[in-house]
C-alpha cells in the first residue's frame, strides 16, 4: 500500500486501544524525519488518559472530534539549544506527515489538528499537559482504529506544475 495515495483524514474510530508496539512504530517513522541542521527538536507527549483527551478535544473550534479517539500524539519542540530554531516548525510538520503516512501504513487512521502557529491553541495545549516551560507545542494527531473510510481525493493537477527549460 502507498500511503501517500491513500492517507485521508479519519475523525471517527472504534472503541478499542491500540497497541503499544503500534504507537512506538509511529513515533519511529516520526522521528525518521529529516530536520534542519539534522537539530531534531522534537519531543512526543502520548495521551491516552480520556479526562485528558477530552480536554484536549476542546482546545480549537476544530478538534472537537479527537474526544472520540483512543491515542491522541502531541507533537512539541525544544524553545531552547536548537542550531536552527527558526525551522522548528517546519521540522515538526515533517515529522507529523511522517506520523500520519506510517499510521495510515499500519491500517490505522488519524488527523492532524492545527495547534501551532496559534498562540492560544498553543497554550491551552501546554495547560492541558502541564508541559515543561521550555517546550512549545506544535500540533495533535488523533489516532486509532478507523470506523471510516471513503477514496483519497485527487488533487493532481498539471496546471500546477511551470517547467522551466
Ligand atoms: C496543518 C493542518 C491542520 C489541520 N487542522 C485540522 C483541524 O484542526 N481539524 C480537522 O478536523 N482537520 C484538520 N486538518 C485536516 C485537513 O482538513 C485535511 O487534511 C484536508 O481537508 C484534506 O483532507 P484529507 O486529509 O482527507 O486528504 C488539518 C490538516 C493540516 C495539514
Redesign the pocket.
Known amino acids: 500500500m502507498d500511503s501517500i495515495f491513500h492517507?485521508?483524514?479519519v475523525?471517527k474510530y472504534e472503541v478499542k486501544m491500540v497497541e503499544k508496539e503500534k504507537i512506538l512504530q509511529i513515533l519511529k517513522a516520526g522521528m525518521q524525519a529529516p530536520s534542519a541542521c539534522n537539530q531534531q527538536p522534537w519531543e512526543f507527549y502520548v495521551v491516552t488518559d480520556r479526562e485528558k483527551i477530552r480536554e484536549l478535544s476542546g482546545v480549537?473550534p476544530?478538534?472537537g472530534?479527537a474526544a472520540g479517539a483512543p491515542v491522541v500524539i502531541v507533537p512539541v519542540y525544544r524553545k531552547h539549544g536548537l542550531i536552527a530554531p527558526e525551522y522548528a516548525q517546519i521540522d515538526l510538520s515533517i515529522a507529523q506527515e511522517n506520523i500520519w503516512l506510517e499510521t495510515d501504513a499500519l491500517g490505522l487512521g488519524g488527523?492532524?489538528?492545527?495547534i501551532a502557529p496559534d498562540r492560544k491553541r498553543m497554550d491551552a495545549v501546554h495547560q492541558v499537559l502541564d508541559l515543561p516551560e521550555d517546550v512549545e507545542v506544535f500540533?495533535m494527531f488523533a489516532l486509532g482504529y478507523p470506523a471510516e473510510s471513503r477514496p483519497?481525493?485527487n488533487r493532481y493537477d498539471e496546471s500546477r506544475i511551470h517547467f522551466v527549460e
Open positions: 492517507r485521508i483524514s475523525r480549537s476544530y478538534s472530534c488527523v492532524w489538528f492545527g500540533s483519497q481525493q
